[in-house]
Structures are given as C-alpha cells and as structure tokens.
C-alpha cells in the first residue's frame, strides 16, 4: 500500500452535519498537506501542518496530525453541498517531493 | 497574482502524436513539479524541476516522457508517440522553496485524451 491512504473512500452525509475524513502514511515527514478538488477542476489547497504541530484550524475545517500513529484527519463542520468533492493528504516524506492518496470522495446531500 | 497557469486545459491527439503540456508558475516560484492523474485516482508524482534543472524525474516513464523548465519561459512536459493509456489528467504544481515546508500549488491541469 502507498504513503498517505485516505479513508473512508467515499462518505456520504447530510447537509449541516460533519465529516470526518483520515489519513494514514508510513514513513517520517515534515508536513501534511491537505487538499480538496472539485470534479474536472485542480486541486485546491485547504490546510499544511507540520510535524510539530497537533492541530491547525481554517474556518470549518480542523486538522489534527498525530506522529506517533502517522495518521491525520479533516474534520469539515456543519458540511455544506458546495463541500461535494473529493479530499486528499498529500505527505513529503521528509523531502520535496509529496505523494498522494487515493482520495476520499465526500458527498454532501441538501 | 496569478496562480499555476497550464495549458492546454484540454488535448485530444491521435494514437502515435506528441502532446506538449505547458504550466507557468505562481510568480516568485521557482520549483515546478508534475504529476498525473488517472480517473478515480490519487495524482501521481512524476518529475521535480528547479530552473535548468531535472532534480528527481523518478515517476517518470522511461521512454517517450520529457521535461524541462528552462531559464526563460513556461516548463514542459513532453509526451512523445502517444499511447491511450498516456490519457490522463497532468497537473503542475509549484512552490518557492519546497525544502522549508512551503505549500504547493496546483494549476487546473490538462486533461489528455488520446484516441
């Protein structure tokens, strides 16, 4: 399996409610980045935490990073439909070069 | 303050046609790097480049897939004798200094579709 697996692959949930989405990589890193991208689109930059941080906050979304376990996770609040799409942990592995996981397709229901 | 800029947004070529993927950095940036995106897939690392320079070109293909950022202009990804497995999303990246932790920045990507 790769570094930087997200899960679930896709989750589904209702507007108003929260989404929680983790990611698990396997080597040391300096930083985890997360990102959104739409349908068709390119991917947009949402949150970096480094690896002496445990938690980053931006608006609705909450980022933890837990080194010990290597995973990470995006917590979206009171999710939105605009929030439909999917979101990937893209990690560096201590050096430039950041590799990506397969995704977690999140679907917002109105 | 324009972000990544690539193009084409869209390439449709033939089975046996080259393909030119151009992207233009966020200004100030000068490490680009190019990844690849299959349907329902995670992008993949391709090629690292600093001005003039291949620094890690492990995800690239051995045959028929160039790179090059040079000193003026856009970097290039280069796909020789298309294949339809080579369709795909490309999509450019770049950052000012990767090595301080700095975040990446995605263009919109180029989508190939090879017939």
């Known amino acids: 399996s790769q570094q930087g697996e997200e899960d679930p692959q896709a989750l589904s949930i209702q507007e108003g409610e929260n989404a929680t989405m983790n990611c698990s990589y396997k080597?040391?890193?300096?930083?985890l980045q997360w990102y959104r991208q739409n349908s068709g689109r390119g991917l947009v930059h949402l949150i970096l935490?480094?690896?002496?941080?445990r938690e980053k906050h931006s608006g609705r979304l909450r980022v933890t990073l837990d080194t010990s376990k290597k995973s990470s996770s995006l917590l979206i609040t009171a999710s939105r439909a605009a929030d439909t799409a999917s979101y990937f942990c893209?990690?560096?592995?201590?050096?430039?070069?950041?590799?990506f996981g397969t995704g977690t397709r999140l679907k917002v229901l109105a | 303050n324009a972000g990544v800029m690539q193009n084409p947004r869209h390439l449709v070529r033939r089975r046996g046609q080259e393909a030119r993927l151009r992207c233009s950095p966020m200004?100030?940036?000068?490490?680009v790097y190019w990844y690849r995106q299959l349907p329902e897939e995670g992008l993949k690392f391709m090629v690292y480049?600093?001005?003039?320079?291949?620094?890690?070109e492990s995800g690239m293909p051995k045959e028929r897939f160039s790179a090059e950022f040079p000193k003026e202009g856009p970097s290039i990804l280069r796909i020789q004798q298309v294949v339809r497995g080579d369709s795909a999303a490309y999509f450019c990246?770049?950052?000012?200094?990767?090595?301080?932790?700095?975040?990446?920045?995605f263009g919109e990507g180029s989508w190939l579709t090879v017939v």
């Open positions: 080597t040391s890193i300096n930083n």
């Open positions: 893209a990690t560096d592995l201590g050096t430039y070069k950041y590799i």
């Open positions: 990246a770049s950052s000012w200094d990767p090595n301080s932790g700095n975040t990446i920045y």
């Open positions: 480049l600093q001005k003039e320079n291949i620094i890690d």
């Open positions: 200004k100030g940036h000068s490490h």
């Open positions: 935490i480094r690896s002496n941080e």
